[in-house]
């Protein structure tokens, strides 16, 4: 089923108006009809909105809406992907596998070791963007939210940040045994627990450092935080590899079973 994403707006009662370009993809390259199914999302409320197409014109699609699917393909904790600006374009390939895997938002953050730096000119269209490169992902996905890219935070802004949600481990090669790994699943675990019973999702921060890791002044920051220094096991993993790992086996465990 075709997936597309639409302002809260747009959806009026049980009808639903698609603009912009998708009309010309529902059109000219996916050459859809009246009468066929399509699923939309508004980016915020998570819910999937089953429709038909009635009419198609140049530059309007508008659909009726079949029925609402409340609990969508969102995982039961919202996970904030911090990443240490990595070289080159690397960011998209992380944004990307982070939204696939279900990511609810990313926090690039200007760490000590960053070789980028971002004026702000650059970080603002960087951002627009890696928010173009979440959006596609989310819509690839299947996704019922468009996760969010928010502007560079330097460590300290992210740390301040992440020290409000439920939970936020920080991955360190220097972190001895998996104690403390397994401590941080079954905290989340227990978190998805809580959204199910009174509906809300918690908030779980994850810290990824750039090529160079992460200074050990920062890693005691991040304890003064509350965010947990934790490994990955005992090989070490390229910064791309490091947050896809974590947001697998948080997938994995979050993921609803039947
Ligand atoms: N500079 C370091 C590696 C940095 S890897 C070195 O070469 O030794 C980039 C980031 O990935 C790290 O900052 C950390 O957040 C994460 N990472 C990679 N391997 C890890 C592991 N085995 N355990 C925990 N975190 C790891």
């Not at 045994?177 to 627990?193: H, S």
Request: proline content about 4%.
């Amino acid at each position: 089923m075709q997936h597309f994403f639409v302002e809260a707006s747009q959806i009026q009662g049980n009808r639903i108006c698609i603009t912009g370009t998708d009309v010309n993809h529902i059109r000219n390259v996916l050459r859809m009809h009246p009468g066929e199914e399509i699923s939309v999302s508004n980016g915020v409320d998570g819910r999937e909105y089953r429709c038909e197409i009635d009419t198609i014109s140049e530059d309007e699609v508008l659909c009726r809406l079949m029925f609402i699917k409340e609990d969508g393909v969102e995982l039961p904790v919202r996970i904030t992907l911090f990443q240490g600006l990595p070289k080159a374009d690397k960011m998209e390939l992380i944004i990307q596998k982070a939204v696939e895997l279900g990511a609810a938002e990313i926090v690039p953050v200007a760490t000590a070791r960053c070789v980028v730096k971002l004026d702000e000119k650059k970080a603002r269209s960087k951002t627009e963007r890696w928010q173009m490169i979440s959006e596609a992902a989310a819509k690839q996905s299947k996704r019922a939210v468009v996760p969010q890219v928010v502007p560079p935070m330097t460590m300290k802004e992210a740390l301040q940040y992440a020290s409000q949600m439920a939970v936020a481990a920080i991955p360190y090669e220097l972190a001895e045994g998996m104690q403390a790994t397994d401590r941080f699943l079954e905290e989340v675990q227990k978190l998805a627990l809580q959204k199910c019973a009174d509906g809300d999702a918690p908030q779980v921060g994850i810290f990824i450092g750039p090529e160079g890791g992460f200074t050990e002044e920062e890693i005691e920051l991040a304890k003064d935080c509350n965010v947990c220094p934790v490994s990955l096991g005992k090989r070490i993993l390229r910064t791309e590899t490091a947050g896809l790992a974590i947001l697998s086996v948080l997938m994995f465990h979050l993921e609803e079973r039947g």
